[in-house]
């Protein structure tokens, strides 16, 4: 008889690796050739390599953070983002993740 105790009800199979992308908004305060100034609603991770997108010219950077500090904005609390644009993923960490935020300006 199928389906009793002995018998395998389920196989766990080994899962391929994923990258996962997480868009949320940020208010951009300063770009420079090196690096952006951002605000956002979430902290920041530091050395987290991130995609900036911009929607006025549909270009993008890809950036590490360097420093993710609170600050109070008219009573709320948002986070300050500095970014050091890069061409590409540091050797040294070929599997960061990327996320992709939006802005809005």
Do not use: Y
Request: proline share 7%.
């Amino acid at each position: 008889m199928s389906g009793r105790r002995s018998h395998v009800r389920f196989a766990v199979l080994q899962s391929p690796q994923g990258m996962l992308r997480v868009l949320q908004d940020v208010v951009i305060q300063n770009i420079r050739p090196d690096h952006t100034v951002a605000l956002s609603l979430q902290p920041g991770v530091v050395g987290e390599l991130v995609s900036v997108q911009f929607p006025q010219d549909d270009s993008d950077i890809l950036a590490k953070v360097l420093d993710s500090q609170p600050v109070v904005i008219d009573g709320h609390v948002r986070h300050q983002l500095r970014l050091h644009h890069i061409t590409e993923a540091s050797p040294e960490n070929p599997n960061d993740d990327v996320i992709e935020g939006g802005v809005t300006q």
